[in-house]
């Protein structure tokens, strides 16, 4: 155990840097150092005269480190940025890394870059990025290019804009990483159909709502878990819900996510087509049959290529795959070979994540060990390699746990890219979630305070007390003043 202490307000922030360097360590975060605590870190901010007196010690390993740095009087974010410069230089220093996303431990990068470009202009927001931030010169020209690319999309929200998102929180089995709310589906299968009927219900309602209210459905976006785990019949049913239920004139786009190759089917996929979706995921994770069955995916390879040829002869021409840089036993030679048989694909995306190190994933709750090796080298390799085979990064994002505070990045071809995925992170506009674990993200046009409404987690509370997740739907009227 690593015992942080500190005495300012502050906490979440150097709590966040700290894991940057630690990742699997466990934090007691305490504001008075016990005795005999064994490896410690301490943040401080004292006062010295007319002058701030800002001081971090590291004491790890039988080694010891302690900077400080005087500055003006301050409780405020200037406060923040020297307390958590110093805390990162120092950690720099004393473990002789530093992490390409320098002081930012954000979920969405991306987003203060533009923010920044629209405050100060593009060279001086990549300044600030690079020389306050501290974040590396690729990093900064990838957050730039994700952020053009997000305000493109931006345009495409106008106020009373939109979304839908549909929860099918079911897999054929649960992956060694996940930590969804999602069930195996050999144990929640007696709850599909029950399920479905309600979620269509759920659907019916929330239609209803947006009626009401006169917004307009900008995209539309059917995952999960694994929402091909359905039978035809049942997709089919979920899927003509939201068609007879919402007006799909003004929607941009229609995703279902097929993730697990080995619940794909000509049918199922006749069925996405045939309700108007004309984007689908299918996901290999890896192309390695060996790390597959090390993360409890019970599918090959081959299956995933035999996936990905039935939705092309489907009639798909939108279809992104998924790949994981950091998985248990990869390597960066086996992580470049997956790489190169995606691009050989030539699907319209390909979306690069990094392991996340969750609570409740199997990996850390077994206490598996993870090295993080060449994770960051995979990620350099991917954006280098897509660069050059015609994809540009469309949008980004970052979970908490990631191996060494990497990122996410979706990929696409001109002309391609998942609107709905750009609309969420960027909360651009009002999502509304409909199925078990389901959150429904309200937003204001021109503000940024965000509205949360919870639906239930888990499919049986979601069917035993159906009738408060409809009345949950009131709320929605409130926030709109109605």
């Given amino acids: 155990m690593l015992t942080l202490r500190f005495n300012h307000r502050f ?19 305490t504001e008075t150092l016990p005795e005999d605590c064994g490896d410690f870190i301490e943040s401080l901010i004292g006062v010295e005269g007319c002058w701030q007196k800002y001081i ?34 120092a950690l720099c220093e004393f473990t002789g890394y530093t992490p390409p996303w320098g002081l930012l431990t954000g979920v969405r990068p991306a987003k203060l870059m533009s923010m920044q470009r629209r405050a100060l202009g593009d060279d001086e927001a990549k300044r600030f990025f690079r020389e ?7 990093k900064t020209e990838l ?29 054929p089995t649960r992956c060694s990483y996940c930590s969804f709310v999602s069930h195996s589906n050999e144990n929640a299968k007696k709850l599909i159909p029950k399920y479905t009927e309600l979620l269509c219900e759920e659907l019916k309602r929330t ?25 035809p019949e049942q997709l ?37 087509r045939e309700g108007g979706a ?16 090390k993360i409890g995916r019970k599918h090959t390879a081959a299956e995933t290529l035999g996936a990905y040829e039935l939705a092309v002869k489907a009639g798909f021409d939108d279809i992104n795959m998924d790949l994981i840089a950091g998985l248990p036993s990869d390597t960066l030679e086996g992580f470049s070979e997956s790489l190169e048989k995606t691009i050989s694909l030539s699907p319209a995306e390909i979306t690069v994540h990094t392991l996340a190190l969750k609570h409740a994933a199997n990996l850390v709750t077994e206490k ?49 890219g998942s609107l709905y995925n750009i609309f969420m992170m960027e909360e651009l506009h009002t999502v509304l979630a409909c199925g078990a674990g389901a959150v429904t993200k309200l937003k204001r046009d021109g503000v940024n305070d965000i509205d949360r409404i919870f639906n239930y987690k888990y499919p049986y509370e979601y069917i035993g007390r159906f009738e408060d997740v409809l009345a949950r739907k009131v709320q929605i009227y409130s926030f709109y003043g109605k």
């Avoid at 010690?57 to 302690?66: H, Y």
């Avoid at 004309?278 to 069955?293: G, Y």
């Avoid at 085979?389 to 994002?397: A, F, I, L, R, T």
Wanted: glycine residues 8%.
């Fill in 278 to 293: 004309k984007r689908v995921s299918i996901n290999p994770q890896t192309f390695s049959d060996a790390v597959l069955e």
């Fill in 236 to 272: 089919a049913l979920v899927i003509g819900a939201v068609n007879a239920n919402f007006d799909l004139r003004e929607s941009l786009e229609f995703t279902v996510e097929a993730g697990r190759p080995d619940t794909v089917t000509p049918e199922k996929l006749a069925v996405i």
């Fill in 11 to 29: 906490r979440y922030e150097t709590e966040k840097l700290v894991r940057e360097f630690f990742p699997s360590e466990e934090l007691n975060m």
């Fill in 143 to 171: 957050a730039f290019a994700v952020s053009v690319n997000e305000d493109r999309a931006a345009l495409l929200s106008p106020p009373k804009s939109c979304s839908l998102y549909v929860s099918i929180p079911f897999c």
């Fill in 56 to 89: 971090v010690r590291v004491c790890c390993a039988g080694r010891e480190l302690v900077r400080d740095r005087i500055g003006d009087r301050d409780d405020g974010d200037e406060a923040e940025l020297e307390i958590c410069t110093l805390l990162f230089d």
């Fill in 368 to 416: 598996r060990v993870i090295d993080p090796g060449d994770t960051g080298a995979m990620l350099d390799l991917a954006a280098r390699r897509l660069t050059e085979s015609g994809y540009s990064p469309y949008y980004m994002y970052r979970q908490s746990r990631c191996i060494g505070n990497l990122e996410n990045v979706g990929w696409a071809k001109e002309g391609f």
């Fill in 207 to 231: 239609g209803e709502i947006v009626a009401d209210l006169g917004l307009s459905l900008k995209s539309v976006y059917i995952g999960g878990g694994t929402p091909t785990v359905l039978t």
């Fill in 132 to 138: 306050d931030m501290k974040v590396s010169g690729g």
